[in-house]
């Protein structure tokens, strides 16, 4: 491609969009630049009479030393001395644009990223919202939302709504089923793919057949939970309650699908419309869910999509305070593995935080995992909703909420890494009196436990430290853009650092 410039594959509309997002808002001035050196080369080869690409024009040995020469006295002539400035000057301005633009390619991403949190925040409590809104049944639903960390390249000048249609959410959604033979009820588990539309797109029917196509990119999953039932027990699934688990799409690429459609036009019953569909024909889409917020209305459209797991009835519910207490019962948790679900954890605090889909003060015992028979699947994480439904009502000491919604990540940041509680670190003098949770002794806990204990690792000490002590540049405002912004330099981007260090390998160490 460096030595064929008219090389179709510069076309290519993926090779493009990086180019952009490169060259951010110099872009149009660089392709300008190219332009004008691709024209002066263009009329350079039509002066030396050479074929179209620059190619000679002759086969012979002797002709070719004889119109060599010819061509080396030519270029010495001073009307051309002014073309080969031009070239020069030209590439060594594109040479400098991308040098500089590589040089500020780490702020973009950090301004970038703040705004993808933002972006990702509104839509996922719209997306609650017309999920709460399609479940028009009497049934007992528990939701869980799941994240991960995203890193989506935004070319300068996209509009959010472009934004948007490159996220899509993958769902599992669980319900009961009744067992003729007996008096029990099962829960069976139905994955589903929700993407939004497009917010001027006047909905149409899909032919049938056709494959939806979701654009997106890949990333990991962690998986987050929320509950409306009346339980409160972190360890499992009430009776007679049906779940549902919504995931990040894990993949640009479209779920299976089947051969015929539902009517694409119309708001669905979802939980209905999926106990249907296990009687009938498997369809292409089950139909549109809305959010019917009246300020900001959304559609989403819902796409069935086959389950690769297991069979979900035999699935329980294991929460990471579990794991932490009693180690011996459970799989053994990795060193990539913590890291992998502490970058999880951290970006997706900032994308959920005062949603309807995350506690204000995340700890161990929200954070549960899929059990798959004896296997624990630590890759995948969920955090139940708070309660009440409803709004987020802020609180009258916004401050004062912030640096203790901090301070519990941080200390679950740390419970992760060192694979314990920190009620079980504690010594003597560190113990509050009575059942309320003294801060002070919280962070004397946290502090003599990362001076002292060097398996931590600097990056993720730092992480802590930030979220326990608010280190941070700014006042604490997490509905601040800035704020977000530097968060995620400070907390986020150390973690997915380290993770980006370690490997998924069975020779890893064991902690």
């Not at 040089?103 to 933002?118: A, Y």
């Not at 502490?342 to 003060?361: E, G, K, N, R, V």
């Not at 993720?460 to 326990?468: D, E, G, K, M, S």
């Amino acid at each position: 491609m460096v030595s064929e410039r008219l090389d179709p594959a510069w076309l290519d509309p993926g090779l493009q969009d990086k180019i952009k997002a490169r060259l951010h808002r110099s872009f149009d001035v660089f392709e300008g630049r190219v332009k004008d050196i691709e024209s002066v080369i263009d009329e350079l080869i039509e002066k030396l009479d050479l074929e179209p690409g620059g190619k000679v024009k002759w086969q012979e040995a002797s002709v070719i030393v004889r119109e060599f020469k010819r061509a080396t006295f030519t270029l010495e002539r001073s009307e051309y001395e002014e073309l080969l400035e031009t070239i020069k000057e030209g590439v060594s301005s594109v040479e400098s644009m991308v040098d500089r633009n590589i040089k500020m390619e780490p702020e973009r991403k950090r301004r970038s990223q703040g705004r993808l949190i933002r972006i990702a925040r509104e839509v996922s409590g719209s997306v609650y919202r017309a999920l709460v809104s399609s479940l028009q049944c009497s049934c007992s639903h528990r939701l869980h939302l799941g994240l991960a960390s995203r890193s989506v390249d935004i070319p300068h000048g996209e509009a959010d709504d472009g934004v948007i249609q490159r996220l899509s959410f993958r769902l599992a959604v669980t319900f009961e089923t009744i067992d003729k033979e007996s008096i029990n009820a099962n829960v069976s588990w139905e994955e589903v793919l929700v993407r939004a539309l497009p917010k001027e797109t006047i909905c149409s029917v899909t032919p049938s057949g056709s494959n939806p196509q979701v654009t997106g990119v890949k990333k990991k999953l962690v998986s987050f939970a929320v509950t409306q039932s009346s339980s409160n027990t972190p360890t499992g699934v009430a009776q007679r309650t049906a779940t549902m688990v919504v995931q990040k799409t894990v993949s640009s690429s479209s779920p299976g699908v089947g051969n015929s459609m539902a009517k694409l036009d119309e708001h669905i019953n979802l939980c209905a419309s999926i106990r249907r569909s296990q009687k009938q024909k498997a369809l292409d889409c089950y139909g549109m869910i809305r959010d019917r917020t009246p300020q900001a209305p959304r559609d989403f459209y819902v796409y069935p999509k086959q389950s690769s797991s297991s069979d979900g009835q035999t699935w329980s519910i294991v929460s990471l305070r579990e794991v932490l207490e009693r180690p011996l019962l459970y799989p053994h948790m990795s060193y990539t593995a913590k890291l992998h679900l502490a970058a999880m954890i951290s970006s997706s605090f900032l994308q959920l935080h005062q949603t309807p889909w995350l506690p204000d003060d995340l700890c161990s015992s929200n954070i549960l995992f899929l059990k798959k028979g004896v296997d624990v699947d630590y890759e995948h994480a969920f955090v139940l909703r708070r309660q009440p439904e409803g709004g987020h009502k802020a609180s009258s000491k916004a401050n004062v909420r912030t640096s203790s919604t901090l301070r519990s990540l941080g200390i679950l940041l740390l419970e992760l890494r060192l694979g314990g509680t920190l009620e079980s670190f504690r010594i003597p003098y560190e113990k509050s009196v009575g059942d309320e949770r003294n801060p002070t002794y919280d962070s004397m806990v946290v502090d003599r436990l990362l001076d002292r204990n060097d398996k931590v690792g600097e990056n993720y000490a730092l992480a802590v430290r930030c979220c326990v002590w608010g280190d941070f540049g700014r006042q604490i405002d997490l509905d601040n853009d800035d704020f977000r912004e530097e968060m995620y330099e400070k907390v986020v981007a150390l973690l997915e650092s380290d993770l980006s260090r370690a490997t998924w390998s069975s020779g890893e160490r064991r902690e």
